[in-house]
């Protein structure tokens, strides 16, 4: 196997890694990162892909922030399936 494979095999693995983490330790920053990448997407006079594009980066709708903070764990319960 070439050592460039290697170097972006690893790459993708710390990438990986660092986005769960991210996601876990930090979710209302991950929320904010996703919503500014995704909000220039969805404008009008973008290409269909690019919107298709911004709708799977965007986080899930929310019903607000309520009286509970708005951490974002009240949504939809979890998948059922093997641990992550």
């Not at 993708?12 to 930090?26: E, K």
């Not at 709708?55 to 709708?61: C, G, T, V």
């Amino acid at each position: 196997m070439p050592l460039w494979l290697q170097y972006v095999i690893v790459a993708l693995v710390v990438l990986l890694a660092l986005w769960m983490f991210l996601r876990r330790q930090f979710p209302g920053t991950v929320r904010r990162l996703r919503l500014a990448l995704a909000a220039p997407l969805v404008r009008d006079g973008r290409p269909a892909w690019m919107r298709r594009l911004a709708r799977l980066i965007a986080p899930a709708a929310g019903g607000g922030a309520g009286a509970c903070g708005g951490c974002d764990a009240c949504g939809p319960e979890p998948r059922k399936g093997p641990p992550r």
